[in-house]
């Protein structure tokens, strides 16, 4: 289980995430959303240990990620991946593998896994948007985690792509392991995740299900309803 307490983040006098208490349960797909710039990047590199948070704690299976062996648990694709763009996909996610004690996942199976086992001898450099993020997802995964955190995975994927994608995180669910990404493509959030956390202004506005939040109506629609009306409530305060 993923455990936020009282989770803040604040640079200076600037409060970008504020409080957040979330449980995420273990073996489900998690669906973050929330507008731009309303701290869903922020939270997210504090789960993984990227950013320390000014206050508050973050747990994953009751330890802290100061614990031992913790990130080993953990795989993460950030929103703007960086590649060494000299090697060929094959070597890339062969050298995330040594940074792993005992790592003896077998990449051609990632590789597979993701759509790039025909092109795993190309220079990185040579690849385009979508298949950068095929390989993002890939070296997310070349540690066998028990948890994803995947920021905005779904960007820049042509419609064959997301649906591929969707897959695959169905498929991980059932071996599982628990999901946790952003996302603004709401139509596929609404198809795969059990539950959803809303986050506008650094503050969580929802956490539950996605059916209760959408109440027969779809994600997109109830999802712009209620930040639109967050905002007017904000501009007549």
């Known amino acids: 289980m993923i455990k936020l307490s009282n989770l803040t983040k604040k640079y200076f006098e600037t409060t970008v995430v504020s409080g957040l208490e979330l449980e995420v349960k273990r073996g489900t797909i998690f669906g973050f959303l929330g ?3 309303a701290g869903k990047t922020t939270t997210v590199k504090m789960i993984v240990g990227l950013s320390q948070p000014t206050e508050g704690s973050v747990s ?3 330890k802290g990620l100061e ?3 913790s990130h080993e648990k953990i795989g993460y694709m950030p929103e703007d991946p960086y590649f060494y763009e000299q090697l060929n996909a094959y070597e890339f996610l062969d ?3 040594s940074l792993f004690r005992n ?4 990449i051609n199976k990632i590789l597979d896994l993701v759509g790039l086992d025909g092109v795993k001898g190309k220079k990185v450099g040579t690849f385009s948007k979508g298949m950068k993020q095929r390989l993002g997802l890939a070296q997310a995964l070349v540690n066998d985690p028990e948890y994803l955190f995947l920021d905005e995975p779904l960007d820049g994927l ?8 969707k897959k695959i995180f169905l498929k991980l669910k059932k071996e599982g392991k628990t999901i946790f990404f952003n996302s603004h493509v709401l139509s596929d959030v609404e198809e795969i995740c059990d539950d959803i956390g809303i986050i506008d202004h650094g503050e969580l506005i ?3 299900s996605v059916e209760k939040f959408c109440r027969g109506k779809s994600l997109e629609k109830r999802f712009v309803e209620e930040i639109t009306k967050l905002a007017e409530k904000g501009h007549n305060e």
Request: proline share 7%.
């Open 35 to 37: 507008p731009n710039g």
């Open 60 to 62: 994953i299976d009751g």
């Open 67 to 69: 614990t031992l062996g």
């Open 95 to 97: 050298y995330m593998r």
């Open 103 to 106: 790592n003896k996942s077998d």
């Open 158 to 165: 042509d419609p064959i792509g997301r649906l591929e994608f």
């Open 206 to 208: 929802y956490k539950g």
